[in-house]
């Protein structure tokens, strides 16, 4: 039987100083998109949404995508429109476990994962962490068995409830950003690997108390190597995703024009079996790393 996924995007990188509101026309300058207008808007475009689902179809997943929806940085997000916004994406979740609830003769999820597309540093006139409430939400609504991930801008300030939620963050590895939609695709094949393997991962976080690190994580032109102090730290993480259970390591630089506690820069190393006892220690080893490059 086909695995059916739960694909949604909202990004936003919100800058706390500035006092214009955020609404859904903002997003609508950029794209804001329900339902099967994404695979026809979005196609071909270097956005995670494409590349996963691109590679679903490899995988034979039948993918529903109730919003995709990003604009650029501006002010936190009116409440109102978040409220909304955040209804749309769980929707679907609420009327799966409605119709599991009316045939309880049924033992199967209404998703079979759920994979989400953040920024990571949205924040809302109500809330310092619209990113972890959401993630938190879904994983209310799934429950502790089904896979919940989530791709994230490199600038994402990550937070623990973020981390406590997700089974796996996976961050961009360029800046300026040009691999959104190889990320995507990397994501479903982490995913595949979850099904197929029966892996029950989980996410560790590393912070420490600082605002920016590795020149703002900047890589430099994509078709070069060794470029700034970012080169180096994300060969580490490469080598730490060879480690026995660990399925990803990834490096958020944070966001420093947002004045919220989980503010800058963080690791999230995501594993599972052998990892589980030693994936924290993996996490804060790498995050001592970004201390020293600051």
Known sequence: MAKKILLA??????NTFNRRLTTRADFASRYLLRGDEIPEALAGTNTEIWGFLTAARSYGWQVTHPLAASANPSGPMAVGEWR???QEILAPLEDGQEDSQENSQESAQAFDAVVLVLHG???TEDS?????DLLTAVRALVGPEVPVVATLDMHANVSA???DAANLLMAYRTYPHVDQQERGAHMAWLLAQIFEKALEPRCFLARRPMLDAADHGQTGDHSKTGVGPMAGL???AAQVERLPGVLCASLQIGFPWADVPCIG???AVSGHGPALAEGQGYAEALMARLWDSR
Not at 9 to 14: A, D, F, G, K, L
């Open 9 to 14: 995007e909202i990004m936003h990188e919100s």
């Open 84 to 86: 909304a916004i955040r």
């Open 121 to 123: 540093a949205m924040v």
């Open 128 to 132: 310092d962490d619209p990113d972890g």
């Open 161 to 163: 409830r973020m981390a």
């Open 234 to 236: 994300l060969a580490e």
């Open 265 to 267: 820069p963080s690791v």
